[in-house]
């Protein structure tokens, strides 16, 4: 039994990388079979609902994992400004270290119209996205920002995130994200000054 589980992590995990790297509908069973070194078999076995359900389950992964990152973030920083930064600089920095070649892990089923063709998928996304921001907005008002002002800040750290991807990658320079980052510190500053 724990070399099904194993077997079906391994694939999920290289779903998600080549999703972030290729978009989902680049992304082919066989390359998450090569990836992950697992067989032919098991992609029956664990995903009975196709390369949707796959989809779906490395979307889940990459939005588990991110929520897991703002966590830390906040449990190293001192204020939200901070966290911001340390934040936007994971992504700087994972970007950088993947030469420009990484994407988030639940755009491509939106962009790419999976989120159109399956409802699961739609529902799947806005989940995904949901729980980040959600997340960073609960860490905001523990820092003490206002709600409302927690919840707009959490929207733009998600966007302005989503952006300084796709714009770094594009020019191979960190430097959407230090701008994005400036920008942000500099909110999070003024709207912490009111507190609930």
Do not use: N, W
Not at 14 to 35: C, H, M, N, P, W
Not at 61 to 74: G, L, T
Not at 127 to 150: C, I, K
Request: overall charge positive.
């Amino acid at each position: 039994m724990g070399r099904r589980t194993d077997a079906k992590q391994k694939m999920v995990q290289a779903a998600k990388q080549l999703i972030r790297q290729r978009g989902y509908g680049a992304t082919a069973f066989s390359d998450v079979l090569e990836l992950s070194g697992t067989s032919r078999g098991s992609v029956y076995f664990h995903f009975p609902g196709g390369k949707a359900q796959l989809g779906i389950e490395a979307a889940e992964a990459h939005a588990f994992e991110q929520v897991d990152i703002i966590d830390r973030a906040a449990g190293e920083a001192s204020s939200a400004g901070r966290m911001i930064e340390l934040y936007v600089d994971l992504g700087r920095d994972a970007m950088v270290a993947g030469g420009y070649g990484r994407g988030c892990g639940v755009a491509p089923l939106i962009v790419e119209g999976a989120a159109e063709d399956s409802a699961e998928i739609a529902e799947t996304a806005r989940r995904a996205f949901s729980e980040m921001t959600d997340r960073l907005a609960f860490h905001f008002v523990a820092f003490g920002v206002e709600r409302a002002a927690a919840r707009v800040l959490a929207d733009a750290v998600i966007a302005g995130v989503q952006g300084a991807m796709i714009t770094s990658r594009a020019l191979k320079s960190p430097k959407p994200y230090e701008s994005l980052r400036k920008v942000l510190v500099s909110h999070a500053a003024q709207v912490s000054s009111v507190r609930p």
